[in-house]
């Protein structure tokens, strides 16, 4: 299924998805139904990588393929790429507890939800590609926003709740399509808006 940055259906047709590593490659467009069939796949494992223009890339691991017919019934939900972008980020320490301020464009309301996430590290460089810990997907509605994480919070996500921390946050999407890689076992975060501002840094 296919969705807008929110929560609010798209047409399903036209999401390509790809047996990865084939040559010639093996691919096929869904339907209007969301519905699909890959043709004279090999026995075996293999990696589906699921995209659209405008969507994040998805990728699966479709394990031991041995009949002539392999139902795939968890397809992903896709969500759009976030126009979200994150103009400004405030960090304090209150009671032991991380409180943050992030500024957003455009601002969230009620009548136009936004999302983002926060990454996580005990080095300045951090990114959505290189952190300790990252946040779920929060959902914006006020301007800036604000979020409290407690020492247990910092903690359950991987993270030192002592000590300098350094956060960065991106804008995101509801269905964010975030998926450990098959191959490389690293998670990747298709859905984020690389337009942020740089890391902040507190000592807890």
């Known amino acids: 299924m296919l969705f ?5 259906r798209q047409e399903d047709a036209g999401m390509k998805v790809t047996v990865e590593n084939t040559s010639p490659a093996i691919s096929a ?7 699909f069939q890959l043709p004279n796949v090999s026995f075996g494992n293999h990696v589906l990588v699921y995209e659209k223009t405008g969507y994040g890339t998805f990728k699966k691991k479709v394990t031991d393929h041995k009949a002539a017919s392999t139902p795939i ?23 032991g507890n991380l ?29 959505n590609t290189n952190y300790k810990g990252f946040s779920p997907t929060y959902i914006v509605q006020d301007a800036p926003y604000s979020k409290t994480f407690t020492p247990a919070e910092l903690t359950s996500f991987g993270v030192s709740a002592t000590g300098t921390l350094h956060v960065r946050v991106y804008g995101d999407s509801f269905f964010t399509n975030d998926y450990v ?7 990747v975060f298709p859905n984020l808006n690389a337009t942020t501002v740089a890391s902040k840094s507190v000592t807890l």
């Open 4 to 8: 807008d940055e929110g929560s609010t």
């Open 29 to 35: 467009l869904t339907d209007a139904a969301g519905k």
């Open 73 to 95: 019934t968890d397809t992903p939900s896709l969500g759009k790429g976030s126009t979200t972008t994150v103009t400004a980020v405030e960090l304090g320490v209150t009671g």
């Open 99 to 127: 409180v943050t301020a992030v500024t957003t464009s455009p601002a969230g309301n009620s009548s136009n939800r936004r999302y983002i996430r926060y990454f996580f590290s005990d080095t300045p460089d951090v990114s």
């Open 181 to 187: 890689d098959p191959v490389s076992n690293k998670r």
